[in-house]
Each structure stands twice: as structure tokens, then as C-alpha cells.
């Protein structure tokens, strides 16, 4: 508080005359009640102290009195004889006591100042208080008059104690006010932390050094489904088995990051990553343990969002003017709502994992991840870690902490099993019972994991012949082989190659910032009547050559090319030096079989391409002696 200040008789300073006239801004029993509503925290905090005060002087002939910010008075105290005076001169509940309403006089004074004051007899400026001394002292908070404590008596009792009896009562009373304050604003605190504790993406649990949990916070019960008040108290080696090795590891002040283990807890079958921290307070005392945790399953959906496993090609994407690729793109457009197992089958560089990934797109499952792994550039020891994933320490070189496989990154989405036909054979057995049974084992782990994935696999091999050599299962074949699709290769899709070739270019062009050449009609012609043995593949990077080099065709061909390209077959002169006649029979018994392997030996699809029935169609396999697979 303040120093003390003595009044100086400030209204005769002014040349103001002492007035006998008394306060009459006194406010009605209703505006009272407003005010004293509005005031209810300082009358809260200064009633019990004001009291105490009065206790001291009762008997004295003093009273005392608290007072708004305005110099209201809101409570008075006092003895009966003293109070009945004290209404003579209007010092009621209600008047206000500040200097615009009654001239000098200690409350006005003080609260003006903001500091304390004692007036006296005369210093008074209404005259009928000139038998009274009264001492006021402000109570501010945060440097600002919230109200006014203020001891009444007669004249002749005034005394210096009196004035630092209503300072320490001020005091007191700001310092309820302030603690108030600090309670409030930490309570404000502890509910933004809860808050934020509860709301955390993760599970926090806060265990004791006796190894009990002292707190767990609301996201840990909604992940494990159970109730704060049944996990307080609990042991935490019986809740999670691997405590006692996580505690030994954060005791040695290493770090304990991102690990997986799961909790023994009823019902609970998810997997966690947990990190764990020792709680230490002032000189490094050691309070307890500090325990976060996450699924596993929203970590590996993180994976997938960011690493990008998601489709870029749709139906849309595909170039189809052949009748083959139309037929093609029709039937898989028909399978892709379906759950169905798709294999594909083609030739290296057809896009098979084009038609896929529209196949996924397609699907129910387009917004879930589509996971591609070539089972053919994979070392046979690491394909299984690959597709299952393993767990820490499993092997020699495996990650700490450990790594999902194929499956679990692919869960609810599409699996995408490239060049299947290469897979070793004793892998398709632990393929096999995964497809069938519907969950996943980690190596070196022991639960089970369930998964939900759609498998689409694609082979270059010819499957039937892989099984009679002994190369490929035949129960794995016929779990993957529910819809067949054929993608044909770019020699079978002619009508095709010149718009791909033309969209190979213009890309190519656009990526390297550079003009595109014109295919004319002789590029366009040999493009055409080449036979393409790396497929779309090929196609792509020779039309990437062609932007390269500016369209030279000089430079444009390979040594075989440049010489496929100067006897293109409408070469006429040079066809005819070479031209062998065939029997009308050996051309209708090669279009036969090329047509038959075209589409896997379906003799509906065949017999439809050839425009003859189906009877007829087998007649003449019989008569020219096609075997058929």
C-alpha cells in the first residue's frame, strides 16, 4: 500500500466554504442491490476481514465501512449508537462518500489519490462531519481502485494506529483478492492442460516410481476401452508385459522410442508404438515414469498417406482405339466393383500394373492405399519380410523397433502382386494360407494380425505351364485365378500405337521443355508394322529418344531399327523377292491359334474374334490338331 497522506483541508484550498448541507445521492434499495451484485467479489473477499476489524474496536465508537470504486458504500459496521448517528448524516448503505457528492472527506480523498488518508474534524468540507475523524485506505488491484475501506469516529478519538488498522485491512484484502486470482487463472490453466492432455492424438499415462498408474488421460481409455477410474491405482507390469524392459532402458537413460508392444488387457488385440520418459523434478529427483502411446494402425495409415501409395492411372488414362484394349477395358471396368481376385496376364511392358491401379480406382476401395511389390526383384530371403513385415530383432540387419510388410501397409486397400509367377515355391505356401485364413504373422512376432486386402496379381510367365513343371502351385493358381484378364500386347493393338506414340512424344517434349517433333507419315508407317518386343515400354523411351534428338532420323534408329526401318514390310519390290505363298489352311490354322493364345484359349472370346461358332471353332482344333491348355 501506499504512503500515508494527510488532508490539507483541499476545499477551503479551492476557497470552497464548509457546507452544512448533507449527501443526497443515495441510491434506492433496487439500485442497491445492482450494485452490490456487481461488486459481489470484493464485498466476498472484505466482509469477514471488515468484520474482524470491527471486532477489534467494537465498543469503541467507530464504524467501519467498505465502498465501491465510486465511493458507494456497500456494507457499514459498526455499534448500534454509532450506526444511528452515522444515519443522522446520511452515511448509509447506498450515499456515495466521494468528493463530487460531499466534498472533502477521507474516502473521496483516498480513492481519488489512490492512496491512504486520514481527515479530521474541519479538514472536513460538509461541516456536520466536522465532530467525525475518519481514515480510508483504496484497495487496487492491478493498479486500479476496485474499492475503499474506511474507520469512523469522533474527533477526539483520532490516532495514527486508526489509519494503519484500514491499510492492513486493504491489504488483506487485495492479497484475498490476488490469491483468488492466481487460483483462478491456474485453475484456467489446469483446464487448457486437461484439455489439451485429453484431446492429444495419443495415449499418455503417468505411472509412480512404486510402478502404479497415477493418471491416464481420455484418449489411452478410448483406445484401450476402459474406464479412467479402473486403470488408477493399477499395477502397470500386469496392464503392459513389457515394462519391466522399457523401464530398464529409460533407468539407464537411454532412449525408448516408437517400439511396439501391446497391453494384456482383455479384448484389446491392437498393437502400439510407445515412447517412454523418466518424470524428474528440482535437483534432478526422480518423480515417476511418463508412458505415450499410438495404434500402430493409424501409424501405418501416416505411412501410406505420405509415401505415396496411391493410384495415378484411371480408366481414363488408358489409350484405347483397338478393339482388343476396348474389350479389355470393358470387362475390367465390370470386375472393379467387385471384390473379386484379379489375375492379369501379359507380356513384359503391356501396363499390366496400369490396368490395376484403374481396377482399384474403380473400386470400392479407391480411397484406401493400393501397395505394389514386384515379387520377382526381390531376393527370396527377403520377399517374406517384405510382404509380412517382421518384428525388432528378428533377424540380423532388421530395423529397431521393427517394420510392417506389404499387407499390413495395404489393409482395406488393394494389394498389387507384380510378376507372381516368379514368387519361390515355398513362398506361395505361406502366401496361400495368408489369402485363405485372413491374417498376417510378423517374423519373429507371435500375434496374429488381421487384413483386409484385395489381391491383384500379374504374370509374364504363362501360369499353366509354371504348374506342369512344377514352378508354381496349382492351389495358389486357382485362388488367384477368379477373373482372368488379358492385357494384350502393343503388336495386337495396332490401331493404338500412333496415339500412344503421339502422347509419348508430347510428354516427353513438355517434361524437357522442348519442342515436339512431327511424326509423319514414315515414322508413323514403321511405328506401326515394327514388332514392338518391350511392348508400351519401349514405346515410351523411343519416343523419348525421338524428342532427344529432335526427331533425326538418322540418329533417331538403332543399327536393328535403322534396318527394320528401310525394309518396312509395304516395301513392295523387296516383299516380293521374298513373298513364299501359304495354303488357305495353314493361314486359317495360324489365325486360329494366335487368336486362341491371345485370349488364354477362351473359346467363347475366340470363336466371337474369329465370327464363327463355338462348334465350329472346336471342329477346327480338332481338324488341324491344336492342342489346347
Not at 474406464?227 to 529409460?250: A, C, F, G, H, Y
Not at 515412447?275 to 524428474?280: L, P, Q, S, T
Request: with cysteine; hydrophobic share 40%; charged share 25%.
Amino acid at each position: 500500500m501506499s504512503s500515508i497522506r494527510f488532508s490539507h483541508r483541499r476545499s477551503e484550498e479551492f476557497g470552497l466554504e464548509p457546507s452544512r448541507q448533507l449527501p443526497g445521492n443515495v441510491l434506492s434499495s433496487e439500485e442497491l442491490d445492482v450494485l452490490i451484485k456487481k461488486n459481489d467479489r470484493l464485498i466476498v473477499h472484505a466482509a469477514s476481514i471488515i468484520f474482524q476489524v470491527f471486532k477489534t474496536v467494537s465498543e469503541s465508537g467507530f464504524f467501519i465501512n467498505l465502498t465501491d470504486s465510486e465511493g458507494c458504500i456497500l456494507l457499514i459496521f459498526g455499534d448500534d449508537h454509532i450506526l444511528e448517528e452515522a444515519r443522522k448524516l446520511k452515511m448509509v448503505e447506498g450515499a456515495y462518500m466521494n468528493e463530487s457528492s460531499i466534498g472533502t472527506n477521507s474516502m473521496g480523498l483516498a480513492i481519488h489519490d489512490k492512496k491512504p488518508v486520514q481527515v479530521t474534524a474541519k479538514e472536513h468540507f460538509i461541516s456536520a462531519y466536522h465532530n467525525w475523524t475518519c481514515s480510508a485506505a483504496p484497495i487496487l488491484q492491478n493498479g486500479e481502485v476496485i474499492g475503499c475501506i474506511n474507520m469512523t469516529g469522533h474527533a477526539n478519538q483520532v490516532h495514527p494506529h486508526t489509519l494503519g488498522m484500514v491499510i492492513s485491512a486493504a491489504q488483506a484484502i487485495e492479497n484475498q483478492i490476488r490469491e483468488e486470482e492466481s487460483l483462478r487463472q491456474l485453475e484456467i490453466s489446469n483446464q487448457f492442460a486437461f484439455a489439451m492432455m485429453n484431446n492429444l492424438a495419443f495415449g499418455v499415462m503417468a505411472i509412480n516410481i512404486s510402478d502404479t498408474v497415477e493418471w491416464i488421460n481420455d484418449t489411452a481409455c478410448r483406445m484401450i476401452n476402459i474406464r479412467r477410474t479402473e486403470m488408477l491405482s493399477q499395477d502397470i507390469n500386469e496392464l503392459l508385459p513389457d515394462w519391466r524392459r522399457i523401464k530398464r532402458v529409460i533407468l539407464n537413460e537411454l532412449k525408448f522410442m516408437d517400439e511396439h508392444a501391446s497391453f494384456n488387457i482383455p479384448g484389446v488385440h491392437e498393437r502400439y508404438l510407445f515412447n517412454a520418459f523418466v518424470i524428474r523434478g528440482e535437483n534432478n529427483a526422480m518423480h515417476g515414469y511418463l508412458l505415450t502411446f499410438r495404434q500402430f494402425s493409424r501409424v501405418v495409415d501416416l505411412i501410406k498417406k505420405y509415401q505415396g501409395h496411391h493410384t495415378r492411372f484411371s480408366f481414363d488414362n488408358i489409350i484405347a482405339e483397338s478393339a482388343p484394349m476396348h474389350r479389355l477395358i470393358e470387362q475390367a471396368q465390370l470386375v472393379a466393383s467387385k471384390p473379386s481376385t484379379v489375375l492379369l496376364s501379359g507380356e513384359s511392358g503391356t501396363g499390366k500394373e496400369v490396368i490395376a491401379q484403374s481396377i482399384h480406382n474403380a473400386s470400392l476401395r479407391k480411397d484406401a492405399p493400393f501397395i505394389a511389390i514386384n515379387c520377382g526383384a526381390i531376393a527370396a530371403s527377403l520377399i517374406e519380410s517384405e510382404l509380412f513385415g517382421y518384428e525388432d530383432g528378428a533377424f540380423t540387419g532388421a530395423a529397431k523397433g521393427g517394420s510392417p510388410g506389404k499387407f499390413e501397409l495395404a489393409n482395406h486397400g488393394t494389394l498389387f502382386l507384380d510378376e507372381i509367377g516368379d514368387m519361390p515355391y515355398d513362398m506361395q505356401v505361406k502366401l496361400l494360407r495368408c489369402l485363405q485364413e485372413g491374417y498376417i504373422m510378423r517374423i519373429g512376432g507371435t500375434k496374429e494380425i488381421s487384413i483386409n486386402v484385395r489381391i491383384i496379381a500379374a504374370s509374364n510367365k504363362n501360369l499353366e505351364e509354371e504348374m506342369i513343371n512344377g514352378r508354381f502351385r496349382l492351389d495358389l493358381f486357382y485362388r488367384l485365378n477368379v477373373i482372368r484378364l488379358h492385357v494384350p500386347s502393343l503388336r495386337e493393338r495396332v490401331d493404338d500405337i500412333l496415339p500412344m506414340a503421339r502422347f509419348f512424344a508430347a510428354k516427353k517434349a513438355s517434361e524437357m521443355a522442348r519442342p515436339m517433333p512431327h511424326i509423319d507419315d514414315k515414322l508413323g508407317a514403321w511405328l506401326q508394322s515394327y514388332n514392338w518386343p518391350g511392348n508400351v515400354r519401349e514405346l515410351e523411351n523411343l519416343m523419348e529418344r525421338f524428342v532427344v534428338l529432335d526427331g533425326n532420323y538418322s540418329s533417331f534408329f538403332n543399327d536393328r531399327s535403322q534396318r527394320d526401318f528401310n525394309t518396312k514390310r509395304d516395301d513392295s519390290q523387296s516383299a516380293g523377292k521374298t513373298f513364299v505363298p501359304k495354303k488357305l489352311t495353314e493361314i486359317e490354322k495360324e489365325a486360329i491359334i494366335s487368336c486362341l493364345k491371345t485370349y488364354d484359349f477362351n473359346i467363347s472370346l475366340a470363336s466371337k474374334v474369329l465370327n464363327i461358332s463355338r462348334n465350329t471353332l472346336y471342329q477346327k482344333i480338332e481338324k488341324y490338331g491344336i492342342r489346347i491348355r
